[in-house]
T-cell receptor, first 112, second 116 residues
Framework: KQEVTQIPAALSVPEGENLVLNCSFT??????LQWFRQDPGKGLTSLLL?????REQTSGRLNASLDKSSGRSTLYIAASQPGDSATYLC???????????FGTGTQLKVEL | EAQVTQNPRYLITVTGKKLTVTCSQN?????MSWYRQDPGLGLRQIYY???????DKGDVPEGYKVSRKEKRNFPLILESPSPNQTSLYFC???????????????FGPGTRLTVL
């Protein structure tokens, strides 16, 4: 059974700092991996999707990498801002491309 | 506006009283899915649907039913709710289903359910 772990569970950084969030998964037979952002009281917003054949994806200040063989992904956030404060979730897609398994998330707080 | 809507947003009910949480998307997406989110356990997939009349179990299907009679709607049915189904529920959709899916998942705003 696929298990997805995110470390750390919570992170507090000063504004402007670069940071890395980690995601690891136990079964490397994945179709793709997605990073999401969840704000309190709201649904999830997709940030980046990496296909299994890709090594990384970039969107603005965000860069996600994928090392499928070692079962790891990282989300790099450059020059963090208070508006980046949220919970970040990674999810791997398996089961013929139809099943998603989520990590428990990293709660990020960016302080002024 | 492209969106996934859920109703109700908040619901308090009692054990055993059947309820339905509706989910609708206006993007003509093939794939729809239901998740529950619990503290310390994260999001877990309940059921998913690849298209009209095609559904399958996720990781935690016990106590839930779904149907997909129309492409845009994917209701979640709790025939006899119990307190352990108290949770935050999310519906999501994406363009296509099948192998090597590369589509972004779009999530609804969530339904907070309390079963007393």
């Amino acid at each position: 059974k696929q298990e997805v772990t995110q470390i750390p569970a919570a992170l507090s950084v000063p504004e402007g700092e670069n940071l890395v969030l980690n995601c690891s998964f136990t079964d490397s037979a994945i179709y793709n991996l997605q990073w999401f952002r969840q704000d309190p009281g709201k649904g999830l917003t997709s940030l980046l999707l990496i296909q299994s054949s890709q090594r990384e994806q970039t969107s603005g200040r965000l860069n996600a990498s994928l090392d499928k063989s070692s079962g790891r992904s990282t989300l790099y956030i450059a020059a963090s801002q208070p508006g980046d404060s949220a919970t970040y979730l990674c999810a791997v897609i398996t089961g013929g491309g139809n099943k998603l398994t989520f990590g428990t998330g990293t709660q990020l707080k960016v302080e002024l | 506006e492209a969106q996934v809507t859920q109703n109700p947003r908040y619901l308090i009910t009692v054990t055993g009283k059947k309820l339905t949480v509706t989910c609708s998307q206006n993007m003509n997406h093939e794939y729809m899915s239901w998740y529950r989110q619990d503290p310390g356990l994260g999001l877990r997939q309940i059921y998913y649907s690849m298209n009209v009349e095609v559904t399958d179990k996720g990781d935690v299907p016990e106590g839930y039913k779904v149907s997909r009679k129309e492409k845009r709607n994917f209701p979640l049915i709790l025939e006899s709710p119990s307190p352990n189904q108290t949770s935050l529920y999310f519906c999501a959709s994406s363009l296509s289903s099948g192998t090597a899916r590369t589509d972004t998942q779009y999530f609804g705003p969530g339904t907070r359910l309390t079963v007393l």
